[in-house]
């Protein structure tokens, strides 16, 4: 296993396509939920211990191999916004592209076989860890890391907010990140033992309307 | 991990000349430039010019708004389903150069539910002189700028204006109004460029409009060969 080939992955430069999205963050400017640095803060804790440890442990679960198809239907259940379940979808499809490119493996060949128009995009990321030589916390820290990082980069572009301020968010946040990852990886440990039922099904419903809205809208910045 | 064996893949990953079935995809040419250039004015002459010949599509990146796509719908230059926009988070030199992967996606599915297709034209949303396309993406990319964005554009040259496979000067008929010198603008465009063509186009005389159809022509005589 190569610990630099988790910072490939998690490099916000890797082409996956996330580059587009804002993780709900330009919704909640819009609706004066987030302001600023300490509202971006907020804004991201919540995400990451709800959407970011959904997507943790589903990434971790894929480590551990459980079966891809029962993941995916996991992430459909706990994902009620259509329009956010197309994203995963359309985001996962993004990154199995740059996956396959990045570390070509029949598994992920496989895959994305399976799933033409894209699985939910933390099972794949799970099984992009995987094609790397990367064990179940990486994916889970990864999976974590870009609940928050998404929100905070795409923040900058939306209220010109000071750069430094946005990244002493995510560092203020780290030590977070890592619980939640650690969180996650437990409970993938339980699916592999009780099946899928047991994965973390923590909401947030606001992320949720919010992505119901945004994908109405007639002009915005960010797909999602 | 395989690192070095080939593979029966379910689908393209990007520059691939073939389809999954074997068959060859179609030639991708990238129109990029600074905004209000004309890009999509240009890709609306070019379908106009190309539709009865070839089977096209084209991929739209509108930077906060679907306003390229509507306008070309609204032109009805193409069949609805042979138009996608691709929206690109803020950043449109991003979409088309170091991230490329909703554009791919977009090519993909468009291959896929209208194809086969002869020639795609992907239009980048209005950026700076920077903003060039990935061979990841586009087999080759047509820049456009115009007279009255100023006449020294030529000269400041840029990876758009240096590099791009075709450069497309447009407006020329607005040249005496905003007081553009065009011989200059060609002389520098020689220096900047060498070899490399340039056309300039009017959309409203029509000149140049053919010269750029024809330039399409012989990349995708080249792309079948």
């Given amino acids: ?224 | 991990m395989h690192l070095d064996h080939s593979h029966d893949t379910p689908s393209a990953l990007g520059a691939d000349a073939r389809r999954p079935d074997g068959s060859r995809r179609a030639l991708r040419i990238g129109l990029g430039g600074p905004v209000g250039s004309g890009k999509t004015a240009t890709v609306a002459a070019l379908c106009r010019a190309l539709r009865q010949e070839l089977s096209l599509a084209v991929v739209t990146n509108d930077i906060y708004t679907r306003e390229d796509a509507e306008f070309l719908l609204r032109e009805a230059v193409l069949p609805p389903e042979r138009i996608t926009a691709v929206e690109t988070g803020a950043c449109p030199h991003t979409a088309i150069r170091d991230d490329i992967s909703a554009n791919l996606e977009a090519v993909e599915d468009l291959e896929d539910e209208v194809g086969p297709l002869d020639l795609i034209l992907v239009e980048s949303g209005g950026d700076n002189l920077t903003a060039t396309f990935s061979k990841g993406l586009v087999d080759a990319q047509i820049f456009v700028i115009d007279v009255a964005g100023g006449d020294d554009i030529p000269r400041k040259g840029g990876p758009g204006v240096t590099t791009a496979d075709l450069l497309v000067v447009n407006k020329t008929d607005l040249a005496p109004y905003v007081g553009s010198d065009l011989g200059r603008m060609a002389a520098d465009a020689k220096a900047q460029r060498a070899e490399l063509p340039v056309v300039f186009q009017s959309l409203r005389t029509g000149d140049g409009v053919k010269d750029v159809a024809a330039w399409v022509r012989a990349q995708l005589a080249v792309w079948t060969a």
């Avoid at chain 1, 709900?24 to 211990?49: D, N, P, Q």
């Avoid at chain 1, 209220?159 to 995510?170: K, R």
């Fill in chain 1, 1 to 224: 296993m190569s610990r630099a080939a988790l910072l490939v992955l998690a490099d916000g430069r890797f082409p996956a396509g996330g580059h587009a999205h804002s993780g709900g963050a330009e919704a909640a400017v819009r609706a004066g939920r987030i302001t600023g640095g300490a509202s971006l803060e907020e804004f991201c804790r919540g995400r990451l211990h709800t959407a970011g440890l959904v997507a943790a442990s589903l990434a971790a679960a894929a480590v551990l191999g459980v079966r891809v198809g029962e993941l995916d239907a996991a992430a459909d259940a706990r994902t009620p916004s259509p329009a956010l379940r197309a994203v995963a979808r359309k985001l996962g499809r993004q990154l199995m592209r740059a996956a396959r490119a990045t570390w070509p493996s029949d598994e992920l060949d496989a895959v994305a076989r399976e799933f033409p128009k894209g699985a939910h995009q933390p099972l794949v990321l799970g099984l992009a860890a995987r094609a790397a030589g990367l064990g179940a916390l990486d994916a889970a820290h990864c999976a974590a890391y870009e609940s928050v990082s998404g929100p905070a980069s795409a923040v900058v572009r939306l209220l010109s907010l000071d750069p430094f301020e946005a990244t002493g968010v995510l560092a203020r946040l780290a030590p977070e990140v890592d619980r939640v990852a650690d969180r996650a990886v437990e409970a993938a440990r339980g699916v592999v033992a009780e099946g899928v039922g047991v994965l973390p099904a923590a909401s947030a419903p606001l992320l949720e309307i919010g992505a119901e809205g945004h994908a109405g809208w007639g002009v915005r910045l960010f797909a999602s």
